[in-house]
């Protein structure tokens, strides 16, 4: 049960009081990540500036800089928050426990996520080899896709995946899912016929696979 205060709540679940001010600072973090992420999808990282992502976000330059020193603790916190997304998405449970069954999962998950949201995708294949992004930002996306690497370790030791570095595995199906991606989500990409889910999963599933 949740009882009122003048200025905030108490939430009985966490056992804390929570303030007014800081429901509408996590709230203001909020819109301005997503319009920041909308912005930089758009016109690039380096094209926009924090001025510009404080209008889009309904604020003053103060209350930007107070959340976000620098465009790059901002930048790093879009990624961190997409990775994030990412994680909670990978963590949804397959009834099949095959590998091969498990690597079509997650490739499809992954797939529709970024077709579901295109700005995120914009946004990150700007940022794959960016020095923008720190080692600190990757550790958590590589946290992201640990139940790939699982799968990718269990593939391995069961002599069903090839005997290559997992870095580049991850490497490989990362760079498939992106061409994959832009094939159907960028405007300027030419391309006669839309690739089907079906042929590129085959396609990836071969090419690791022993």
């Not at 094209?47 to 510009?52: E, I, K, N, V």
Request: proline share 4%; glycine share 4%.
């Amino acid at each position: 049960m949740e009882m009122s205060f003048p200025f905030g709540f108490f939430n009985s679940k966490l056992g804390m009081f929570i303030p007014t001010d800081y429901i509408c600072m996590v709230n203001k973090k909020s819109d301005i990540l997503e319009a920041a992420l909308q912005l930089l999808a758009v016109n690039g990282v380096h094209a926009t500036p924090m001025s510009a992502i404080a209008k889009a976000g309904h604020t003053g330059m103060g209350t930007i800089y107070n959340l976000f020193a620098t465009k790059e603790i901002l930048i790093n916190a879009i990624y961190v928050e997409i990775k994030r997304r990412e994680e909670v998405l990978l963590l949804v449970p397959h009834r099949k426990r095959t590998i091969k069954s498990q690597f079509e999962h997650f490739y499809l998950l992954i797939t529709n996520f970024y077709l579901k949201n295109p700005a995120c995708y914009k946004f990150m294949n700007q940022l794959h080899a960016s020095p923008i992004i720190t080692d600190e930002s990757r550790q958590e996306g590589r946290r992201a896709v640990r139940p790939v690497i699982e799968v990718i370790e269990a593939g391995q030791k069961e002599g069903i995946l090839k005997n290559i570095d997992q870095e580049e595995l991850l490497l490989f199906i990362a760079g498939a899912i992106s061409s994959h991606l832009d094939s159907l989500i960028n405007p300027d990409l030419k391309v006669v016929k839309k690739p089907s889910f079906k042929n590129q999963l085959r396609l990836v599933w071969d090419a690791i696979k022993k």
